[in-house]
């Protein structure tokens, strides 16, 4: 089976910014990141047909998702902030459009978005979730 394109590039993306103790962690987390991607899915059992098979079972490609999903050595702070700044960098200069976005998810939550609008698109700089009126109530104002 031929290695697809996508991989080969995100190996070679993430080579860039990501210093990993062994060079196979890497080639996991460029599968993995490539598998999500062409499953367009955030569900696990969707990336299993994009992964390469080593000869495994579903359980043991859900055993190594479940490893790399809750690896403490990956996070936003390692894969998101390196191309952030890079693309910062890049926009040195240019005046850009910083959007706050809100959303609000069954009548519970509320996610907040700080973006940067580019391109038709938004690239999200920050965001937090809070439950909807706790910050009201821990402030003792009303919420009404």
């Not at 290695?3 to 890497?26: M, S, V």
């Not at 609000?104 to 938004?122: K, N, P």
């Amino acid at each position: 089976m031929a290695t697809p394109q996508l991989y080969n590039q995100l190996l070679k993306q993430l080579g860039q910014w990501i210093i990993p103790k062994d060079l196979r962690h890497l080639k996991n987390c460029a599968e993995i990141v490539a598998a999500i991607l062409e499953s367009e899915s955030g569900c696990t059992s969707h990336w299993i047909p994009y992964l390469s098979h080593r000869e495994c079972q579903a359980r043991s490609h859900m055993e190594r998702l479940s490893y790399f999903m809750h690896n403490p050595s990956i996070s936003d702070e390692v894969l998101y902030v390196p191309l952030l700044r890079q693309f910062l960098k890049e926009w040195t200069g240019q005046e850009l459009i910083l959007v706050m976005d809100t959303s609000m998810f069954w009548d519970t939550y509320c996610l907040i978005e700080v973006c940067v609008a580019w391109g038709g698109r938004s690239i999200t700089l920050a965001q937090t979730v809070i439950e909807h009126g706790k910050y009201l109530d821990e402030n003792n104002y009303t919420n009404k």
